[in-house]
């Protein structure tokens, strides 16, 4: 091929090319590329939306059971409370009837 020949094609009568040098040769998408990339990437958005939506939904349930076990252990720690309460309600007054007798003990010598 001579360079004055006519029927010779370059790369740019097949491929457009940037600006900036060195020079890169693209070609545009097709009609069906661009439609076939719009539906892959709603695709991908609407997958990511139900991954979101998914997350979100294993998050809430987590943080329920979590509130739920701080209310048993809250609800525990109160009846625990209670117990000792009632335990050294119990012993408070054994000694107070203790003392109780020992006064009545001492009174009828």
Not at 41 to 48: A, E, G, H, P, Q
Not at 59 to 70: F, G, P
Request: overall charge positive; hydrophobic content about 35%.
């Amino acid at each position: 091929m001579k360079p004055s020949d006519q029927s010779a094609k370059g790369l740019d009568d097949y491929f457009r090319k940037t600006k900036a040098k060195p020079s890169i040769y693209w070609l545009p998408l097709t009609e069906e590329q661009v439609w076939t990339k719009k539906k892959e990437t709603n695709f991908d958005l609407v997958k990511r939306k139900s991954l979101f939506r998914s997350s979100n939904e294993i998050v809430d349930k987590s943080n329920a059971k979590l509130n739920a076990m701080k209310n048993i252990e809250n609800e525990n720690s109160m009846k625990i409370n209670v117990e000792m309460i009632n335990e050294s309600e119990v012993f408070r007054r054994r000694d107070e009837m203790e003392n109780d007798i020992k006064i009545l003990h001492v009174n009828t010598i």
